[in-house]
């Protein structure tokens, strides 16, 4: 079956970086627009990022443009979310999603999801 798990998140200061990896499996990965999306506490889920199957097209949010950087490696079926001068609003559980239709970043037409990593930045 498909599966999406989310890695690299944890507890960092205003201003860090950090990391997030989602390896997929079970799917044909090449196949899929990715994206993330956040949500934090008594948030709704929000988009983040997205990247076109080839990897050439990406998409960002106007809370993230700028300071996160998105891409993927189709031979290791891997999205990576690179995050810098992170904020504490950037606090939130962060979801790889997968799409199997056209380049899009409204969260309701991903088909697949992973179960989230916590990234919590202290201010």
């Known amino acids: 079956q498909v599966q999406l798990v989310e890695s690299g998140g944890g507890l960092v200061q205003t201003g860090a970086s950090l990391r997030l990896s989602c390896a997929a499996s079970?799917?044909?990965?090449?196949?899929?627009?990715m994206g993330w999306f956040r949500q934090a506490a008594g948030k709704e889920r929000e988009f983040v990022a997205a990247?076109?199957?080839?990897?050439?097209?990406?998409s960002y949010s106007d809370a993230v443009k700028g300071r996160f950087s998105i891409s993927r490696d189709n031979a290791k079926s891997t999205v990576i979310l690179q995050m810098s001068s992170l904020k504490h609003e950037d606090t939130a559980v962060y979801y790889c999603?997968?799409?199997?239709?056209?380049?899009?970043?409204?969260?309701?037409?991903?088909?697949?999801w992973g179960r989230g990593t916590q990234v919590t930045v202290s201010s």
């Open positions: 079970g799917v044909t990965f090449s196949e899929y627009v």
């Open positions: 990247v076109s199957r080839g990897g050439f097209s990406t």
């Open positions: 999603a997968a799409r199997g239709g056209g380049f899009l970043t409204t969260a309701r037409v991903y088909d697949y």
